[in-house]
């Protein structure tokens, strides 16, 4: 025997490319903008001396901030080294019974990763041709579910009451609404927290806060959920959120004005943005995100995101069955944009 | 049915207390020093506007300059969020067989808890009284080994022979040898990962060079180990680290200097407090990390650890079988730690 046989293999997930060269990025759907002043502010007066002590590993100002910006209890809030820590460990918490999860098949990718590396069950869900969800179709026997909402790469949004319907029709099971691009448009899940005991919705600071760099992610859910969660954190890495992330969130949720004037502004380069698109024969669904899912009149995405690769803009492309046609395109600043369609007409 | 059943239910592990109030720390292991000024040097120049992108998935820089650092190449060194982080995913990855794992009964009690949450079958082996590992003990048919050296709670050091024989006589599995105290003394095994395929040995910045607080670990092994971690990695979080951790790696690695000077002074006073607790009557074997692991001459550790608690001197107390005689007292600064004689004595 060799201990080959003990390794689990698995097939990771892919980020989008980080270049070290300078270029125009809107492959990843990070903010175009700065971090809020404050963040700045916190990590400038942050006591370099306590960096020789443990974080607190409950977490405590950063839950409570979370907690106080949501109207929520302390016990209903969760957090994480970025959102994908806040759902793996979601994944690995609620998922560990012999039934088949379910999950649309065009959504984030990771939630497939997830599932073969903890040797969860799953089963892919078809979107309609519009990349729409079927809500019948998630009401059957499963082992749990997982909704992005808006949706990712789609950038479609799904009504509250769709959303509520799956997770009132799943009692015995877990729902997740991963809610990472909320802040750009559609309606949040959260109230459901305090009205069902069987849903989880999680968030990241990573897109419309500005703080990719800083990996703050969180979940909200009843307190006997979150306590499940804590409880396999704590089995995991006691202390998961540096000393910085701790500062930088709290600061971040502290600074609605900021937030709001830079999320405002995503929001009005993204409907300029489809005009643009549209006149260029583009189609695509409307976004609710800080990214457009849109296929070139041809179909030619691949051709278009190496020439725009050659010329420094970077967008993302999928190449998988239904969404090949297609580029995700992240929203940035209108500067950036203006370059985008610049170079895009010339193509 | 009920959700119930699919959630992983455990028992966590529960780290030291970080109380909230000035106290004399001597329960977690950090360093009574300040992490090196080229830490807070690196945190003061970070660009924040970086922060909306993601950081680096790789962790080139840090990596780099640890495999510099240890002559080794940088496809031989993995990262992660404090050893903690790099130790889960270890377990994750290289424990995935259905034989049972092996490891001391008095070790890092966190190696049952990983076990625990990831479902892995595990055996315990006890040390003998003197709290020393039986090699032989070790020879057996096995789905992998886990070895803290020095070890903890007990401060002891094992040979590097003994660690060599364990690793050869296991090449059907993996063994790894956890080195979060090994700077404050005994022989590493970083030479073994150029000799045999089959060892992983970890580290962390967060005792020897201040930086609890950043949560830094990372591990050394064969380039076909590290990456079979970094699959696993990158299937859970594509971004652990986030970019002050990167930074202050880099600098508290690069700081050689620093290091040493604190390092030398935490074991000299590590030798200077082991002669006060022999004056005390107090028991224990000799340490070789950067706490003291000793029994009271009337064996009342727990009435012990309440009286310094009172005090606002915080010691750790395990109240497990064979060692709840014990105290670990982490090495403070020398004003610490002669409050802490001057308020033992006392007692």
Do not use: H
Request: charged share 25%.
């Amino acid at each position: 025997m060799s201990f080959e046989e003990n390794i689990r293999k698995v097939v990771p997930y892919t980020p989008g490319e980080q270049p070290q060269k300078k270029v125009i990025k809107l492959n990843t759907n990070e903010c175009p903008y700065s971090p809020s002043p404050r963040v700045a502010q916190a990590i400038k007066e942050m006591d370099i001396d306590a960096l020789r002590k443990y974080p607190d590993p409950v977490c405590a100002s950063l839950v409570s901030s979370l907690a106080k910006y949501y109207g929520l209890s302390d016990d209903q809030v969760f957090v994480g080294v970025g959102s994908d820590d806040v759902l793996s460990m979601c994944f690995l918490t609620f998922f560990a019974g012999q039934k088949p999860i379910i999950f649309p098949d065009i959504t984030y990718s990771f939630y497939e990763v997830w599932a073969d590396v903890y040797r969860i069950p799953y089963k892919v869900i078809p979107l309609n041709d519009n990349f729409d969800i079927n809500v019948s179709d998630y009401i059957c026997d499963n082992g749990g579910v997982v909704i992005a909402n808006p949706n990712a790469p789609t950038g479609v949004a799904e009504s509250l009451e769709n959303i509520e319907e799956i997770v009132k029709k799943n009692q015995s099971s877990i729902v997740i609404v991963d809610e990472a691009y909320i802040d750009f448009g559609g309606e949040s899940a959260v109230g459901l927290i305090n009205k069902y005991d069987n849903v989880i919705v999680t968030r990241t600071m990573s897109k419309s806060r500005a703080l990719a760099g800083m990996r703050i992610g969180y979940a909200f859910g009843p307190a006997k959920l979150i306590k499940y969660l804590n409880d396999v954190k704590f089995s995991v890495n006691s202390y998961t959120m540096n000393m910085p992330a701790l500062l930088a969130g709290k600061a971040a949720i502290e600074d609605d004005e900021y937030f709001t004037e830079i999320r405002d502004k995503v929001v009005a380069t993204r409907e300029w943005c489809k005009k643009e698109l549209k006149e260029l024969g583009f189609t695509f669904r409307d976004s609710k995100t800080n990214f457009i899912f849109a296929r070139p009149p041809k179909g030619n995405a691949k051709e278009i995101f190496e020439k725009l690769k050659e010329n420094d803009i970077y967008v993302r492309y999928f190449n998988k069955p239904r969404i090949n046609e297609y580029l995700r395109i992240s929203i940035g600043t209108d500067d950036e944009m203006k370059k985008f369609f610049e170079v895009l007409k010339k193509i």
